[in-house]
Nanobody, 124 residues
Framework: QLQASGGGAVQAGGSLRLTCASS????????VGWFRQAPGEERESVAA????????SYAESVKGRFTISRDSLKNTQYLQMNSLKPDDTAVYYC???????????????????WGQGTLVTVSS
């Protein structure tokens, strides 16, 4: 079971850190991704990392601003979001699955397990 937290309301230029915690299986053999969905928009990939070999990908829109990190002992993945923009406003979800190839890491249909969303609101 995945649980996402850490959302909130910030002004443009601010930072937030999202947390994705697994209370079930260890994430060591999983790919864990972050996705977001703005009102009226489709769910889009933000970033993902494959835990076993640390392969990580970021959406172009967040490169240089967002960073994934993880704590294996806590079975938790983080998404540090800096220099936030109003366009980053969305509900953010974390998701996990095993056996995802690198080219499919940004595809939400590749993921079997999803946490509840956490809302991020960035005001200008």
């Amino acid at each position: 079971q995945l649980q996402a937290s850490g959302g909130g309301a910030v002004q443009a230029g601010g930072s937030l850190r999202l947390t994705c915690a697994s209370s079930g299986s260890t994430l060591r053999s999983y790919t864990v991704g972050w996705f977001r969905q703005a009102p009226g928009e489709e769910r889009e990939s933000v970033a993902a990392t494959r835990w076993r070999d640390s392969i990580t990908s970021y959406a172009e829109s967040v490169k240089g601003r967002f960073t994934i990190s993880r704590d294996s002992l806590k079975n938790t993945q983080y998404l540090q979001m800096n220099s936030l923009k109003p366009d980053d406003t969305a509900v953010y979800y974390c998701a996990a699955s095993q056996g995802i190839i690198v080219s499919s890491m940004s595809n939400p249909t590749s993921y079997h397990y999803w946490g509840q969303g956490t809302l991020v609101t960035v005001s200008s």
